[in-house]
């Protein structure tokens, strides 16, 4: 089967006081808590979130 690529993000910014459009798009992430890690599929959709939210996250 062919290897998917995949991204390791981490949350290092807390989400309270963001607007609720960056909230909903870290919870879409997967990420809960503070420094909450998650391995997605690199896709153009994942990387748009990624961009969107980009000053509360960290791409490992």
Same mark, same amino acid.
């Given at each position: 089967?062919? $290897? #998917?690529?995949? =991204?390791? !993000?981490k %949350? +290092? #910014?807390?989400i309270? /006081?963001?607007?609720?459009?960056?909230?909903?798009? !870290?919870? /879409? %992430? /997967? %990420?809960?808590? =503070?420094?909450?890690?998650?391995? %997605?599929? $690199?896709?153009?959709? !994942?990387? /748009?979130?990624?961009?969107k +939210?980009?000053?509360l +996250? #960290? +791409? =490992?």
């Amino acid at each position: 089967m062919s $290897d #998917k690529k995949t =991204l390791t !993000v981490k %949350l +290092v #910014k807390s989400i309270a /006081g963001t607007r609720q459009s960056h909230r909903d798009t !870290v919870r /879409g %992430l /997967g %990420l809960r808590k =503070l420094n909450s890690e998650r391995q %997605l599929e $690199d896709t153009p959709a !994942v990387r /748009g979130m990624i961009n969107k +939210v980009s000053y509360l +996250v #960290k +791409v =490992l």
